[in-house]
């Protein structure tokens, strides 16, 4: 069946650029009518949308992050990556990659925590 | 954008209890809503998406009602392994995915 796993550093230093991938096995990022997608959840908070990259490649990120966010596709590693872009403490979150499948985000990768610290 | 408010914030029950948790959206969302369970240091789990409909392989006493801007999840006989907190998320709008703030049930 189709997993995901999150990869990338845990620390990184405040107004530097987060950069984290996901590795999707089982299936490809190319097929299906798939969004992958980046959500992210602050310590004892709830869930926030980050944005999405269609299964064709278009992106669409959350209004309130969109001046930050880069999502993208490497298509020979099957795999899709996060960048985030002049981080402060407020980005410091738990960050999961997620296979959005007709709205319905059924398929979670385990989450990579990030924090933003000097 | 469509904003989601869930209520109550937080809830005590104990095993066997019937808990009801609600979820209300900012405009009419017709049945586009989901719920998710995430129990503590994991990803959230599908529950219930089209308002009512159970995900595979989800216990039957999870039930979700609600139309337009009101929905209800509904746990009938809590298990121990319930003790979660519980989001909504609407499925209605274009992108961002909007999810409420959650509803943590703890143990009484």
């Given at each position: 069946q189709v997993q995901l796993q999150e990869s990338g550093p845990g620390l990184v230093k405040p107004s530097q650029t987060l950069s984290l991938t996901c590795v999707v096995s089982g299936g490809s990022i190319s097929s299906g009518d798939y969004y992958w997608t980046w959500i992210r959840q602050q310590p004892g908070k709830g869930l926030e949308w980050i944005g999405h990259m269609y299964y064709s490649g278009s992106t669409y990120y959350n209004p309130s992050l969109k001046t930050r966010v880069a999502i993208s596709a490497d298509r020979s590693k099957n795999q899709f990556s996060l960048n985030l872009s002049s981080v402060t403490a407020a980005d410091t979150a738990m960050y999961y990659c997620v296979r959005d499948r007709s709205r319905l985000f059924d398929i979670w990768g385990q989450g990579t925590m990030v924090t933003v610290s000097s | 954008d469509i904003q989601m408010t869930q209520s109550p914030f937080s809830l005590s029950a104990s095993v066997g209890d019937r808990v009801t948790i609600t979820c209300r959206a900012s405009q009419s969302i017709a049945s586009y809503l989901s719920w998710y369970q995430q129990k503590p240091g994991k990803a959230p789990n599908l529950l219930i998406y089209a308002a009512s409909s159970l995900q595979s392989g989800v216990p039957s006493r999870f039930s979700g009602s609600g139309s337009g801007t009101d929905f209800t999840l509904t746990i009938t006989s809590l298990?121990?392994?319930?003790?979660?907190?519980?989001?909504?998320?609407?499925?209605?709008?274009?992108?961002?995915?909007?999810?409420?703030g959650g509803t943590k049930v703890e143990i009484k």
């Amino acid at each position: 069946q189709v997993q995901l796993q999150e990869s990338g550093p845990g620390l990184v230093k405040p107004s530097q650029t987060l950069s984290l991938t996901c590795v999707v096995s089982g299936g490809s990022i190319s097929s299906g009518d798939y969004y992958w997608t980046w959500i992210r959840q602050q310590p004892g908070k709830g869930l926030e949308w980050i944005g999405h990259m269609y299964y064709s490649g278009s992106t669409y990120y959350n209004p309130s992050l969109k001046t930050r966010v880069a999502i993208s596709a490497d298509r020979s590693k099957n795999q899709f990556s996060l960048n985030l872009s002049s981080v402060t403490a407020a980005d410091t979150a738990m960050y999961y990659c997620v296979r959005d499948r007709s709205r319905l985000f059924d398929i979670w990768g385990q989450g990579t925590m990030v924090t933003v610290s000097s | 954008d469509i904003q989601m408010t869930q209520s109550p914030f937080s809830l005590s029950a104990s095993v066997g209890d019937r808990v009801t948790i609600t979820c209300r959206a900012s405009q009419s969302i017709a049945s586009y809503l989901s719920w998710y369970q995430q129990k503590p240091g994991k990803a959230p789990n599908l529950l219930i998406y089209a308002a009512s409909s159970l995900q595979s392989g989800v216990p039957s006493r999870f039930s979700g009602s609600g139309s337009g801007t009101d929905f209800t999840l509904t746990i009938t006989s809590l298990q121990p392994e319930d003790f979660a907190t519980y989001y909504c998320q609407q499925t209605y709008s274009s992108p961002p995915r909007t999810f409420g703030g959650g509803t943590k049930v703890e143990i009484k």
